[in-house]
């Protein structure tokens, strides 16, 4: 009796075995992954984020897999060789700037960045506070005075040889007075340090005036109009393989430095705890909805990725394989030998 019920739980387990196994491919798979779609979503209409999720939970993930996760070596290299490939790409030998960012676009972003007026004039500040902008305008009025006493000054300009002979009588009154050009260089430097605050002040009022909304969008719109036709491989022109490659690994260690600062954690807790004040007590399709994950988005996946990828495990035995192991279990238990040797139960308790 035992072989008998041996057989007939092995032709069991077989006949199950091909019987899911045949569900899982073609047409019937696609009807199964639908179907399941459906009934999930159905349920999802009914579940909320509080329920399947915590804010902890979602904090916890990010922490592990966004910033505790060790990512290989191999990592910048091939962000690297990928960003290469992308630069020597023929398409970017026919695709002019204006292909991928319209006029339309342009002129929306700067609409918007001139709303920003406080920020654009507290740069224009900072710019100009600036040690280096002060030590710019102060050569700049000292070559000026230099240049106008001794060249291009009103009376050189109407009497001939006038600039000559300044510049004669300047270097004979250096040899009569050794120093006389060091001592007027540092009066001079002294007076423009005396006036420096008042010579920036003005420029700031000249700036904030001159750069105002129109010149603004007139500037970047010149400049646009000149790059828009020009192809990418065009305004990419100076930067090779080398420089493109050092660009990348330093984003990348960049991203693995900022990742770790508290910033970047204040910054994802932040998002965290709004999703789940928006979504937590609202069911998941809103959420899914709102991030247009549909059931028309998800079956074409299906077709695009899972239907593919389980014909391949298919081919390679895996899916009778993974069927067979979850079924054997079952048809070896006590439970299923119950029912398969009820003459040899019922011997036994006699």
């Not at 962000?79 to 002019?96: G, S």
């Not at 420096?196 to 010149?222: C, H, N």
Request: charged share 25%; with cysteine; hydrophobic share 45%.
């Amino acid at each position: 009796m035992p072989t008998h019920n041996n057989d007939t739980a092995s032709q069991l387990l077989e006949l199950h075995v091909k019987h899911e196994v045949a569900s899982l491919k073609g047409a019937k798979l696609r009807k199964f992954l639908k179907q399941e779609v459906n009934e999930l979503l159905d349920h999802a209409g009914n579940i909320t984020l509080n329920r399947i999720a915590s804010e902890n939970q979602v904090a916890e993930t990010l922490q592990r897999v966004v910033v505790n996760m060790e990512l290989d070596a191999g990592v910048p290299e091939l962000a690297a060789e990928m960003a290469t490939e992308v630069l020597n790409a023929p398409i970017q030998e026919t695709t002019a700037l204006g292909q991928i960012v319209t006029q339309d676009q342009v002129t929306g972003f700067l609409d918007a960045a001139l709303e920003l007026r406080h920020q654009r004039e507290q740069i224009i500040s900072e710019i100009i506070e600036h040690p280096i902008y002060q030590e710019l305008i102060s050569n700049m009025v000292y070559h000026g005075v230099v240049n106008y006493l001794y060249e291009d000054n009103l009376i050189t300009k109407s009497v001939p040889g006038i600039g000559s002979m300044m510049k004669f009588g300047k270097r004979m009154a250096n040899k009569a007075v050794p120093g006389l050009d060091e001592t007027f260089e540092r009066r001079l430097k002294a007076w423009l340090a005396e006036s420096l605050p008042g010579l920036i002040s003005r420029s700031e009022q000249f700036l904030q005036g001159a750069i105002s909304d129109d010149e603004v969008r007139k500037t970047v719109m010149a400049a646009w109009e000149n790059v828009e036709n020009k192809t990418l491989a065009e305004l990419q022109g100076g930067l090779g393989a080398v420089q493109l490659t050092e660009f990348v690994a330093l984003g990348y260690e960049f991203w693995l430095q900022f990742r770790k600062t508290d910033y970047f954690d204040g910054c994802a807790r932040a998002v965290v705890a709004h999703l789940f004040v928006k979504y937590g007590d609202r069911p998941l399709t809103d959420l899914l909805d709102d991030l247009g994950v549909t059931r028309e988005v998800i079956m074409a996946e299906a077709d695009a990725w899972a239907i593919p990828v389980l014909g391949v495990l298919q081919e390679e035995g895996y899916i009778e394989a993974l069927v067979r192991r979850r079924l054997s279990a079952f048809y070896k238990s006590a439970a299923a030998r119950k029912i398969l040797e009820p003459e040899s139960n019922d011997k036994g308790q006699i």
